[in-house]
């Protein structure tokens, strides 16, 4: 797969190159977005303190271990911000799991997520992904989390940095959605077959659903985790109109330890986190009813 950058806010489209000597060109971000809100969250790693915002239902009581799904916004996003953006929090009360929202670090004056090893694929310096891992494990040790059951999604740069975690932190990390984002190129082998999901609309103007000189096709990310997961090659497929948008759902499954792969593909659609449904579902509660029949082995 192509090695990939890309960098978006909410109100402006934002690109980012990188070359060999690690020079980035930036255009056109609107605003600083790197603040965190009053209501954020701390922890420390890497000698920075990091932010996040936690969401712990009502309908939690410490009495058994419950589920956690992370989920992180796009570049130049703030996580208090996209936490109504891509709010889920409703379903979490409703479905008892832990919610995060995980704030990315600055760069020039918009925040970021590095889905690669230390590189010229990241974004800056910032240790990503052993942010999240110190995250993992300091909310585990503070409240009674189900570790088989720990899931991570995301929009554009988030949809990317969420397939990192499921290759660099897959010890970790039960199954993972993309809403609008990509693959980068992986560089350590995925510990176990990885359940996805991807959503992606087909008039996407910053990350092609076709693909282009500079970014893999939605179909290249699916090859890859359907030749990963050894699932089926010909989908099942079912498509729904009823949501303002057509959408058709491809499921290739029957991989090992009966996961599959998932694609909900959004006629028309931008580049966004979908306010369409499909069948009366809208993309969070797509999302958690996928990564929440899994856990660390597979099928639950």
């Known amino acids: 797969m192509k090695k990939l950058l890309f960098l978006l806010t909410i109100s402006s489209f934002v690109f980012l190159s990188c070359s060999n000597d690690n020079s980035i060109d930036i255009k056109d971000f609107s605003k600083d977005t790197c603040g965190s809100s ?30 956690m799904l992370f989920n992180f916004h796009g570049f130049g996003g703030n996580a208090n911000e996209y936490m109504d953006y891509a709010d889920m929090r409703t379903l979490a009360e409703s479905e008892t799991f832990i919610l995060v929202y995980p704030q990315g670090t600055c760069l020039n004056g918009s925040s970021h997520w590095n889905p690669s090893l230390p590189g010229d694929d990241n974004k800056s ?18 409240y009674s989390i189900d570790t088989t059951r720990i899931y991570a999604c ?12 499921a290759n660099y932190k897959s010890e970790m990390i039960a199954a993972v959605a993309s809403v609008s984002g990509t693959c980068l190129d992986f560089n350590s082998p995925t510990s176990h077959p990885m359940p996805v999901l ?6 996407d103007g910053v990350i092609p ?20 997961n050894n699932t089926v090659a010909t989908p099942s497929l079912n498509t729904d ?9 491809y499921q290739y499954d029957q991989g090992d330890n009966d996961i599959s792969v998932e694609h909900y593909k959004f006629i028309e659609g931008d580049h966004i986190w979908f306010n369409t449904t499909y069948e ?8 958690w009813n996928f990564v929440s029949k899994y856990d660390l082995n597979g099928l639950r």
Not at 280 to 287: D, R
């Open 241 to 249: 109109s009823d949501g303002g948008l057509t959408v058709e759902h």
């Open 38 to 67: 009053d209501n954020a969250q701390t922890i420390s790693h890497d000698g920075e303190d990091r932010a996040y915002e936690l969401y712990v239902p009502d309908s939690y009581d410490g009495t058994s271990a419950v589920p």
């Open 198 to 203: 991807h959503l992606h609309g087909t008039s």
């Open 154 to 165: 995301g929009y554009s740069n988030g949809g990317m940095f969420a397939y990192g975690l």
């Open 125 to 142: 310096e910032a240790d990503d992904l052993g942010f999240i891992e110190t995250l993992i494990n300091e909310l585990t040790s503070a």
């Open 280 to 287: 009366g579902q809208n993309t969070g509660e797509l999302i």
């Open 209 to 228: 659903y076709d693909g282009s000189s500079d970014y893999n096709s939605a179909q290249s990310v699916l090859d890859y985790w359907i030749g990963f």
